[in-house]
């Protein structure tokens, strides 16, 4: 894994240049040293309640596809965990390879997945909107969830299954009726940290929640994710791939756990 991660960084020089934000202390991703994070009692179970209703659409933003979420009620949202109050849904990305030894942005013990999922969630009641909790400290929390190759996961393929209508960057398509939880992992297990977001503005507002155990995804779908652009119709085509940014350094930070 240490290879191929040093091969992906010397083959992403615009990730590793672009985003370093000067005097960063509490950057995202991290390598999560399992045997480095510390069980805290404390932490209760994460409680997750999504209505499939608020779903209102998936877009091309440029570097992912996203579903955006109507995040004007309490309709979608978590608490418990390390959260003190709840949080609401906002939208969930994903960032992959373009193969199968890379692709996540967090690591555990070095180890890397072929893509990650983070579902974005704003604190309102410390917030009034989305954009104000982005620069609030702890304004934001995501979920991350790991990715793995394995059985084909039929929650994932209507996500899949609407793809092509996204293919070029800023298109936009209508997805009615989709539960994100379909997508997290039943095991409760999961790691927390301070963290910032992993792409500009890179700012440090986002309480990190990574759980332990990945979702299985099998080749095919992988490789729709791999289908996507970067560019622009009429642009010449890039394909969306390796769209994560580089490990950053855990400076003066402990990764607490939520199990033994
Ligand atoms: C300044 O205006 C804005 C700033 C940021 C954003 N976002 C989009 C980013 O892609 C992004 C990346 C996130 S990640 N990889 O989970 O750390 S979370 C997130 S976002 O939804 O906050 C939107 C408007
Ligand atoms: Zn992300």
Redesign the pocket.
Known sequence: ACSSYRLRDALHPLWQSEFSVSGGTRQ?PINIQWRDSVYDPQLKPLKIHYDPDTCLYIWN?G??F?VEFDDSTDKSVIMGGPLENHYRL??F?F?WGAINEWGS?HMVDSKVFPAEL?L?HWNPVKSTS??EA?MENNG?V?I?VFLKLGAHHAGLQKLVDALPAVKHKDAIVEFDVFDPSCLVPSCPDYWTYDG??????L?ES?TWIIKKTPIEVDQNQLEEFRMLLFTSAGQEEKRMVDNF?PLQPLMNRTVRSSFR
């Open positions: 995202s933003n570097y992912s996203q906002k939208q990305h960032h942005e983070h974005v989305f954009e982005i934001l995501v991350g910032s977001l992993t792409t500009p503005p700012t986002v940014r």
